[in-house]
């Protein structure tokens, strides 16, 4: 096979979340388990870090990679989902795991898929976890797919934890309330292992604290370390200064210029300072800073208040539950701006309500649906977004929307473009 035949094969033989949804997710780390074990404990060979949370954790982890890069360790970086590639998933020091390697891997363990029937998501861990191991990396930086008690990733002993943000999302799996979402996320927490917290939340933080007491881990809360003078973006970055619990004044500039890398950063910078208080990671202060200011050409990420174009602004953001659309939108409501254009599509097994209530009624909508079997189509989105008062058309591909757009606006005009990953992932830049 070739590799669009060995991807074409995953997607038919494996159930898979991001085209399923819940009916893909099998929870418990039994399969994951006797994977792993089948193939020598590949999760054993390296040191690891393990982020989860709601938002965030994504950036979060490409941050620490980028970090650990600086001080010129030979990094894994896991994450999920991919936009362009699958390959996007599993890096070493921000190059994707070849397309070759793919295929030579399931090739030579494609009885394992047959004996154990995993998910396309415990395949993918395997898969990392294996190239790790294969590479010789000294660190490796895992985030979660959901949740994290039951995660795939959770086999893992990891050096340190951290966990970003807890917000409505997958309730269908985690839980219909912040508290139980926030308890499978402490799932995570392990005996005597330092855990971070990026953002101190009423609802969450006994929680984290009694499962830190329970495992015996030392837990800090970032704004208990980090505090924030100033933030600011300029020329499409963002610059912050702050201080810290064991540095004075410093300043720091993030590629993302979006708000709510404000919190992902603090939480970052706390985690580094836990770290090295812990003497798990001989980390250089200056070397963190770096490794934040030179994060996306180190690991690449994508997606996150992503610039398309100037004049008007195109921004493509992967916001797509409550919070997250919220802190975009309130990054949004500070540009000056003509008019707004909002491209928007959703999955369907998301509550749409929660979020269409979040839009702005004096925007122009183009509503879209990716070409995915979990996506809420364009004219249904439509249907409910004016429950909320929120106008416009619809237009199945996001391309023709982004094109209709440009068409209509003005050179003061703002697009964004946003609601779900898949839908970002469509856009031909």
């Known amino acids: 096979m070739d590799y669009k035949e060995v991807i074409a ?29 089948r193939l020598g404990n590949p999760q054993d060979s390296f040191k690891a870090l393990h982020i989860a949370g709601t938002n965030g954790k994504g950036s979060s982890s490409h941050f620490m990679a980028s970090i650990l890069q600086e001080h010129g360790y030979r990094v894994g970086l896991y994450t999920s989902p991919h936009l362009k590639s699958f390959t996007e998933r599993i890096k070493i020091n921000g190059q994707n795991v070849s397309e070759d390697w793919v295929v030579q891997f399931v090739e030579k ?74 308890g499978e996320k402490a799932g995570i927490i392990k005996p005597g292992v330092p855990i971070c917290i990026s953002e101190r939340q009423s609802f969450s933080e006994q929680i984290f604290q009694k499962k830190a007491q329970e495992m015996k881990a030392p837990i800090v809360f970032a704004e208990d370390k980090i505090q924030w003078i ?58 963190i800073l770096e490794g934040i200011e030179k994060s996306k050409v180190n690991t690449q990420l994508r997606g996150r208040w992503e610039i398309l174009q100037k004049n008007p602004w195109i921004i493509a953001d992967t916001g797509h539950n409550e919070s997250g659309i919220t802190q975009l939108l309130l990054q949004v409501a500070q540009q000056n701006q003509g008019d707004l254009w909002i491209i928007l599509g959703m999955v369907a097994d998301k509550d749409i309500h929660l979020v269409l209530k979040l839009f702005p009624q004096n925007a122009h909508y ?64």
């Open 109 to 182: 363990n494609i009885q394992l898929i047959q004996d154990i029937k995993p998910s396309f998501f415990e395949w993918t861990v395997l898969m990392a976890f294996s190239y790790f191991k294969e590479q010789q990396v000294e660190w490796a930086v895992i985030e979660t797919g959901l949740g994290g008690r039951l995660d795939s990733t959770n086999i893992i002993q990891p050096q340190a934890c951290l966990i970003t943000n807890i917000s409505w999302d997958h309730q269908d799996i985690l839980g219909d309330s912040l508290e139980l979402i926030a």
């Open 366 to 429: 183009i509503f879209c649906q990716a070409k995915n079997p979990r996506a809420l189509s364009a004219e249904k989105l439509q249907k409910m977004a004016l429950e909320h008062g929120l106008k416009g058309i619809c237009e199945i591909d996001v391309n023709m929307a982004i094109k209709m757009a440009k068409l209509s606006a003005k050179e003061n005009d703002f697009i964004l473009i946003t609601g779900s990953t898949y839908l970002v992932a469509e856009i031909n830049v």
């Open 9 to 37: 094969f995953l997607y038919s033989q494996l159930p898979v979340f991001h085209r399923e949804g819940k009916k893909a997710f099998k929870p418990g780390l039994g399969n994951i388990q006797q994977l792993c074990e």
């Open 230 to 287: 100033s933030h600011t973006n300029v020329q499409e970055q963002l610059l912050l200064q702050g201080k810290s619990s064991q540095h004075e004044t410093f300043e720091v500039a993030s590629p993302y210029a979006g708000e709510y890398q404000v919190k992902n950063i603090a939480g970052i910078l706390a985690w580094c300072e836990q770290i090295q208080e812990q003497e798990i990671i001989p980390l250089q202060w200056e070397k």
